[in-house]
Nanobody, 119 residues
Framework: QVQLVESGGGLVQAGGSLTLSCVAV????????WGWFRQAPGKEREFLGG???????YAADSVKGRFTISRSAARNTVYLQMNSLKPEDTGVYYC?????????????WGQGTQVTVSE
């Protein structure tokens, strides 16, 4: 059974940086298209960006220029690099994957990792 295991969340000051990791356990990360989401308290889940099955990364307009998605085949890991963090970036961050397709529902989800950005 394939699992996604996230790490890297924590507390950071505004203006700081943080990198989240999502390891695919049980299958190659290269077999999936990826997405990163976050859910802030009292708000709906928000799409932040993703990486296509072929490896092209893209970010949502709301975080473009600050957040970058990448993948390491050697580490079987997908990353969300977050720079210039703001207090409104606070929330639970999730990685998600769908097998060899760039559209449709994500069938795998990480457990979530908390990111808190202080003033």
């Amino acid at each position: 059974q394939v699992q996604l295991v996230e790490s890297g969340g924590g507390l950071v000051q505004a203006g700081g940086s943080l990198t989240l990791s999502c390891v695919a356990v049980g299958r190659s990360a290269s077999d999936y298209a990826w997405g990163w989401f976050r859910q802030a308290p009292g708000k709906e889940r928000e799409f932040l960006g993703g990486q296509t099955y072929r490896g092209s990364s893209y970010a949502a307009d709301s975080v473009k220029g600050r957040f970058t998605i990448s993948r390491s085949a050697a580490r079987n890991t997908v990353y969300l690099q977050m720079n210039s963090l703001k207090p409104e970036d606070t929330g639970v961050y999730y990685c998600a994957a769908r097998f060899r397709r760039d559209s449709g529902d994500y069938e795998l989800w990480g457990q979530g990792t908390q990111v808190t950005v202080s003033e």
